[in-house]
RNA sequence: GGCCCGUUCGUCUAGGGGUUAGGACGUCAGAUUUUCAUUCUGGUAGCAGGGGUUCGAUUCCCCUACGGGCUACCA
């Protein structure tokens, strides 16, 4: 049975590269009907970033990533927050002790703070005569520094049992056996060697009697039967104090097998994507939004960029992964099903923004049209913009709830929201994009482009503009001597005229004048659009309806002659 | 500095001892179109360098360079 623990520390939001992370673990998961788990590695008090965990569990939700136990799912392996597990650690620490594993250190935080700048200064002095660019070797407290410190291993015993007894204040070290080459096996990078002289005795419970994460890490690991560690590169090089710490407490043979994920860099200059690199690179880097409680300040994340989050899931997966073949756009089952570790790279991936718009663009393609219209007019509302809405229908409009297209939006109005974006959206990368694209349809332009009138508009346009409204006005729904009217009886007895059926009125027109087909329909588009752009003008047409159409006209042709 | 990991077009990547080194994004050009865009077609561009091993290395090994990570009583 396989189980995978996702396990972030709630210091303040997951950035993109911890989702990708979590969805590894869950892909895993469910490829293998394993279970996937979620606990908050919050052993750092001072660290705590209140609303963070919410955040965690937000953005996971909104990807699609289910959790099977955790905090709020429960499970038989809980309590599922390290805080919430605080006794558990000590008995821990205690048997390493006993078992010669690990030992007391009094020495504070302050004093090593001192030996490290002393170890500098003596070592630059020295490296003078030598070379003078030698940096100095950093001071770790390890096999041959330790027994110069002040622990357990070289105190008296009495001395050890009365500063325990007196409530001084003590870490607890693990006791890095010397001289000993440890062998780890990972899944993505194969086999990995490292000798024990490199690595220093690393504090395993704080003093203030919490464990760190090398303790609490391996003891939850272990207590709740994970059988794979899928986690970031970064740890790789604590992976041998871990599989020290499987072998100190005789758990060798359950140990879980290990895969480092490489790691996802910034897209220009150095480094791997950080939390704090916020908005500044001109993408999210986080996959909702994160509101700063110390600062007030808000981050932006994928969701309210307009990412999907299919889109946003897939991005993710295809960094760092591939199944072999030429297949790019992957639901979550098809992820599920193609996933494996072994086919996770080992370099790092840089994120490019660009690509990943292209992503959301494909999605925008396979969503159906009535999906975006509904995001669409969401969008609207927010803006305060869009169709013509009466204000008590509105009301219905922004609520959360109401997910279902708006049932008080009237039937033809749907429709035509979807028929809209059924024309543009297909050169729309985000659902903010469609506004853009589509304005016209919902208020005429009330300025005209210049560089077209200045191509396209001549002496003879008025007239051949007045020619086509009158083409026009025998299919007007409101007759012109009607005030307000009834328009739904109008409505029944008149077909409204379809693209199509106004190509043909005005191609027939142009050709029997023998006009200059380029002309005028710039020209018609400069009217009903304000400048050279959108869907086919015949299609603009049918939407607006010959009355909308003629009035748009008559307006353009006063304005610019 | 030390330890560890990595290195195929600008980017994400496939491939793997003998290939015209494949795809995608971007970019450029052409085609289509009544416009912008889309779309289509085509082009551009890559095995970090040096040594081995081998009949043959981009592929295997070593070194160097470069990139990255870690080096806290943070995770």
């Known amino acids: 049975m396989v189980r995978v623990r996702f396990a972030p520390s709630p210091t303040g939001p997951l950035h993109m590269g911890g989702v990708r992370t979590a969805l590894f673990n869950?892909?895993?998961?469910?490829?293998?009907?394993?279970?996937?788990?979620?606990?908050?590695?919050?052993?750092?008090?001072?660290?705590?970033?209140?609303?963070?965990?919410?955040y965690i569990m937000e953005s996971l939700a909104w990807c699609g990533i289910e959790i099977d136990e955790g905090i709020k799912e429960g499970g038989k392996f809980g309590p599922y927050r390290q805080s919430d597990r605080k006794a558990i650690y000590r008995q821990y620490s205690d048997q390493l002790i006993e078992s010669g594993w690990a030992y007391y250190a009094f020495d504070t935080p302050e004093e090593l703070d001192r030996i490290r700048q002393e170890g500098m200064k003596a070592e630059g002095q020295e490296g003078k005569e030598k070379e003078e660019k030698s940096e100095r070797q950093a001071f770790a407290y390890d096999t041959v520094t330790r027994m110069s410190l002040r622990n357990s291993l070289t105190l008296p015993a009495e001395e050890v049992r009365s500063l325990l007894a007196s409530g001084a204040?003590?870490?607890?070290?693990?006791?890095?056996?010397?001289?000993?080459?440890?062998?780890?096996?990972?899944?993505?990078?194969?086999?990995?060697?490292?000798?024990?002289?490199?690595?220093?005795?690393?504090?395993l419970f704080k003093s203030d009697g919490m464990p760190t994460y090398h303790l609490a890490n391996v003891v939850d690991d272990h207590l709740m039967e994970i059988t794979h560690v899928i986690r970031g590169e970064e740890?790789?090089?604590?992976?041998?104090?871990?599989?020290?710490?499987?072998?100190?407490?005789?758990?060798?043979?359950?140990?879980?097998?290990?895969?480092?994920?490489?790691?996802?860099?910034?897209?220009?200059?150095?480094?791997?994507?950080?939390?704090?690199?916020?908005d500044k690179l001109g993408f999210p880097v986080f996959p909702i939004n994160w509101n700063n409680p110390e600062t007030n300040e808000v981050y932006s994340g994928y969701r309210e960029?307009?990412?999907?989050?299919?889109a946003f899931v897939n991005i993710l997966a295809l960094l760092g992964w591939n199944d072999g073949t030429d297949k790019e756009i992957y639901s979550m089952d098809e992820l599920i099903e193609a996933f494996s570790l072994e086919r996770v790279g080992k370099s790092g991936s840089r994120f490019d923004p660009e690509k990943a718009k292209w992503f959301n663009h494909q999605y925008m393609l396979l969503k159906s049209n009535e999906e975006i219209a509904e995001r669409f007019l969401d969008e609207l509302s927010t803006l305060d913009k869009g169709p013509r809405v009466r204000e008590d229908d509105r009301k219905g409009l922004g609520t959360e709830e109401d997910d279902k297209n708006d049932s008080t939006m009237p039937e033809e109005e749907w429709d035509r929201v979807v028929k809209i974006v059924s024309l543009v959206k297909e050169r729309a990368e985000f659902v903010k994009d469609i506004w853009s694209q589509s304005w016209f349809f919902f208020e005429a332009p009330t300025t005209y482009d210049e560089s077209v009138i200045k191509k396209r508009w001549t002496p003879e346009m008025?007239?051949?503009?007045?020619?086509?409204?009158?083409?026009?006005?025998?299919?007007?729904?409101?007759?012109?001597?009607?005030?307000?009217?009834?328009?739904?009886?109008?409505?029944?007895?008149?077909?409204?005229?379809?693209?199509?059926?106004?190509?043909?009125?005005?191609?027939?027109?142009?050709?029997?004048n023998s006009l200059n087909m380029?002309?005028?329909?710039?020209?018609?588009?400069?009217?009903?659009?304000?400048?050279s752009m959108g869907p086919g003008v015949f299609d603009i047409m049918e939407l607006l309806g010959p009355d909308e159409v003629v009035a748009r006209i008559e307006r353009a042709a006063e304005v610019i002659s």
Not at 181 to 196: A, H, L, N
Not at 492 to 506: D, G, N
């Open 169 to 203: 204040s003590f870490v607890v070290r693990f006791k890095m056996p010397e001289n000993h080459e440890i062998i780890m096996q990972d899944i993505i990078r194969g086999e990995v060697r490292v000798s024990t002289t490199t690595i220093d005795d690393k504090v």
């Open 305 to 310: 960029a307009g990412y999907f989050d299919d």
């Open 26 to 54: 869950y892909l895993f998961a469910r490829k293998n009907q394993g279970t996937m788990i979620l606990r908050i590695e919050d052993t750092d008090q001072g660290r705590f970033v209140p609303g963070a965990e919410e």
């Open 518 to 531: 380029g002309s005028v329909m710039n020209i018609l588009r400069l009217c009903l659009v304000g400048s």
């Open 462 to 512: 008025p007239a051949i503009l007045k020619e086509i409204i009158n083409l026009l006005s025998p299919f007007f729904v409101i007759p012109a001597e009607a005030g307000t009217l009834s328009l739904t009886t109008e409505l029944e007895e008149s077909e409204p005229l379809i693209a199509t059926e106004y190509e043909k009125l005005i191609k027939d027109y142009i050709t029997s």
């Open 235 to 278: 740890w790789l090089p604590s992976l041998p104090l871990h599989v020290m710490l499987y072998k100190a407490f005789g758990w060798t043979d359950t140990m879980p097998q290990f895969a480092h994920l490489p790691l996802i860099l910034k897209p220009s200059g150095n480094g791997k994507l950080s939390k704090r690199d916020g």
